[in-house]
Structures are given as structure tokens and as C-alpha cells.
Nanobody
Framework: VQLQAFGGGLVQAWGSLRLSCAASKRTFSNNAVGWFRQAPGKERKFVAAIGWRGASTAYADSVKGRFTVSRDNAKNTVYLRMDNLKPEDTAVYYC?????????????????WGRGTQVTVSS
């Protein structure tokens, strides 16, 4: 499966963006999907994840209450709604498909990664 994240851009602090993650070549409706981000010079970190049916989700503490992950399996797409953005949210955001169905925060659990999309939050 090939994944592509898009929807990033430049936004002011307290603004909102919605990222999308689309899959091609095959569906990822049977996989949990996660969002990760990587700031310059830092390691890739977990942001949010959603289970295969969309009923279960997981979030990093730093984004709880501000970010919402959802999915539309009919469209083979996962979304990340980001509200109340802060400058520290600036990073390249990646989506990835897990080998399993349960949302997890461990990078090594994910074996399909898409190209990232840049999110820049200005103060």
C-alpha cells in the first residue's frame, strides 16, 4: 500500500488545518493508521492513531483536546483535524499504516509510510 499525506501549509497560531492521508494500490481499511510528526533535528514522534473501524483512537498528550483523527474507509482516507495550533506543532507530518488493527503509538508498529506534508505554525 502506498500512502500520501497532504493538506499541510502555513497557518497562524490558534488556527486550524485538516490533513488527509490517502492510500493507493490497496485499501488500508483493515489496518490501524497513525499520524506522526518530525521537527528539524528531532526524532519522529507519535501524534494520533485510529483503529481499523474508526471506533478507537489514541492521542499524544501534547495534542489531546486539539487534534481529532477520523477515517472514511469508503474513501480509503484518514484525516487529522488540527485546531488551536501552536508554533510547537510545526513539523513534517506523516501518516502510516499499522500491521494490526488497534491504534498504537510505537513507530516500529507501522510498516507502510507515506510522504509527509509540512505544517508551519507562525506565532
Amino acid at each position: 500500500v502506498q500512502l500520501q499525506a497532504f493538506g499541510g501549509g502555513l497557518v497562524q497560531a490558534w488556527g486550524s488545518l485538516r490533513l488527509s492521508c490517502a492510500a493507493s494500490k490497496r485499501t488500508f481499511s483493515n489496518n490501524a493508521v497513525g499520524w506522526f510528526r518530525q521537527a528539524p533535528g528531532k526524532e519522529r514522534k507519535f501524534v494520533a492513531a485510529i483503529g481499523w473501524r474508526g471506533a478507537s483512537t489514541a492521542y499524544a498528550d501534547s495534542v489531546k483536546g486539539r487534534f481529532t483523527v477520523s477515517r472514511d474507509n469508503a474513501k480509503n482516507t484518514v484525516y487529522l483535524r488540527m485546531d488551536n495550533l501552536k508554533p510547537e506543532d510545526t513539523a513534517v507530518y506523516y501518516c502510516a499504516a499499522d500491521r494490526g488493527r488497534v491504534p498504537r503509538s510505537i513507530v516500529s508498529s507501522y510498516n507502510y509510510w507515506g510522504r509527509g506534508t509540512q505544517v508551519t505554525v507562525s506565532s
